[in-house]
């Protein structure tokens, strides 16, 4: 079964504004990785967070990780309308392969 | 760096026959792996591995075959196809170096199994 869920599940808001996704997963965890996936195309890599960090920044991406309460948040800041896409947060315990969630649905309206 | 390709793009298959999905990577990664997306599901993972000769199952793998006999390819085998492998299938791939740095992943292949 998948570790990680998002919520909300779709997500509509306007250009400019700021998109926040949450995590939570279940099991104890050596990283979180969050992904974007636009429509028909594969999944790209945009932040990773290690189990000993709080907090990570790449350019507009923001990223939190809590593991006391295993959840983790991806904030985009100043949203664009290519932001639009599905994004996916991906747990991974020692394997190196990630367990991935169902998603999150972003729609940036121009 | 051709990053990671999948062949073919598109398939269409019956019931009962078999294919193999193509996935390469040029990067030298040590770690591949196979998913399936499908609506509404996120990705599933099949089967992997974390090297050469060595493969492992994931939460999915009835109904799917794979092998490891290089670093750069790892194909994954439908015996006999059925409708529920309907999907869209993605290969990854990774390295460590200490630890993960993320999966790199290939534009996937999609399958209508009739």
């Known amino acids: 079964s998948q570790q990680g869920e998002e919520d909300p599940q779709a997500l509509s808001i306007q250009e400019g504004e700021n998109a926040t996704m949450n995590c939570s997963y279940k099991t104890s965890i050596n990283n979180l990785q969050w992904y974007r996936q636009n429509s028909g195309r594969g999944l790209v890599h945009l932040i990773l967070i290690r189990s000993n960090e709080r907090e990570k920044h790449s350019g507009r991406l923001r990223v939190t990780l809590d593991t006391s309460k295993k959840s983790s948040s991806l904030l985009i800041t100043a949203s664009r309308a290519a932001d639009t896409a599905s994004y996916f947060c991906?747990?991974?315990?020692?394997?190196?392969?990630?367990?991935f969630g169902r998603g999150t649905s972003l729609i940036v309206h121009p | 760096n051709a990053g990671v390709t999948q062949t073919p793009k598109f398939q269409v298959l019956k019931t009962g026959q078999s294919m193999t999905l193509q996935c390469a990577q040029d990067?030298?990664?040590?770690?591949m792996s196979w998913y399936r997306q499908d609506p509404g599901m996120g990705l599933r993972l099949i089967h992997y591995?974390?090297?050469?000769?060595?493969?492992d199952q994931g939460e999915v793998p009835n109904g799917y075959n794979v092998s490891r006999s290089t670093t750069e390819d790892f194909p994954l085998r439908l015996l006999s196809a059925a409708p529920s492998q309907t999907s869209v299938y993605f290969c990854a791939s990774s390295y460590s170096s200490g630890t993960t740095i993320g999966q790199f992943f290939g534009p996937g292949t999609r399958l209508t199994v009739l």
């Open positions: 990067m030298n990664h040590e770690y």
């Open positions: 991906a747990t991974e315990e020692g394997s190196y392969i990630p367990t």
């Open positions: 591995s974390v090297g050469a000769g060595i493969t």
